[in-house]
């Protein structure tokens, strides 16, 4: 079970809004930045936003990341069917001695 | 531009140890501001993280708790590159290992190994 809580799936169509949820606690999201990761099939995790909102150079301005006390929201916009893939949510964890902890994966469907 | 690349083998027999090298080009294992990680994945426990080492004026090495026992993570300053020893595996140790690191995030990942556990 993981540490963040994600829901397992999410669709749209082309050109639609889409938005995936994070729920994490005090420990993680509460007092730590929030990083979304992009994965595709047989490819490692690429870093789609960082500290919550910032977009690494090269991620178009499609995706975006907003934080709320111990929640985190992924939105993409103008939907394209290149963002079929599973999206996964990230926080430093203070607890135990300090880990990374990860949401359990939304895959998203492009209708 | 970072890229870190992955070597070790794919095939490790229970009882035995894991080994994994993560060989780092445009950055620096002794970086002051970033850090190198062991993450893996398995449909079962989905990511996990395993531990990380860094610099900051001297060595730090920080491990997960479930494998705190178990793990080892090395710098090699002289090949620029980190490494991961997990000794007495199990067949619930099979999973895509990565590297991963950054200036405070995971910006960074190697390309995955599949290592299977398995005699």
């Known amino acids: 079970q993981s540490v963040l809580t994600q829901p397992p799936s999410a669709s749209g169509t082309p050109g639609q809004r889409v938005t995936i949820s994070c729920s994490g606690s005090s420990s993680n999201i509460g007092s730590n930045t929030v990083n979304w990761f992009q994965q595709l099939p047989g490819t490692a995790p690429k870093l789609l936003i960082y500290s919550n909102n910032q977009r690494p150079s090269g991620v178009p301005d499609r995706f975006s990341g907003s934080k709320s006390g111990t929640s985190a929201s992924l939105a993409i916009s103008g939907l394209q069917s290149e963002d079929e893939a599973n999206y996964y949510c990230?926080?430093?964890?203070?607890?135990?001695?300090?880990?990374?902890?990860f949401g359990g994966g939304t895959r998203l469907t492009v209708l | 531009q970072v890229q870190l690349q992955q070597s070790g083998p794919g095939l490790v027999k229970p009882s035995q140890t894991l080994s994994l090298t993560c060989a780092i080009s445009g950055d620096s294992v002794s970086s002051n501001s970033a850090a190198w990680n062991w993450i893996r994945q398995s449909p079962s426990r989905g990511l996990e993280w395993l531990g990380r080492t860094y610099y900051r004026s001297k060595w730090y090495n920080e491990y997960a708790v479930s494998v705190k026992s178990r793990i080892t993570i090395n710098p090699d300053t002289s090949k620029n590159q980190f490494s991961l020893h997990l000794n007495s595996v199990t067949p619930e140790d099979t999973a895509v290992y990565y590297c991963a690191g950054g200036d405070g995030f995971l910006g960074y990942w190697g390309q995955g190994t599949l290592v299977t556990v398995s005699s």
């Open positions: 990230a926080a430093w964890d203070d607890s135990l001695n300090g880990r990374w902890v």
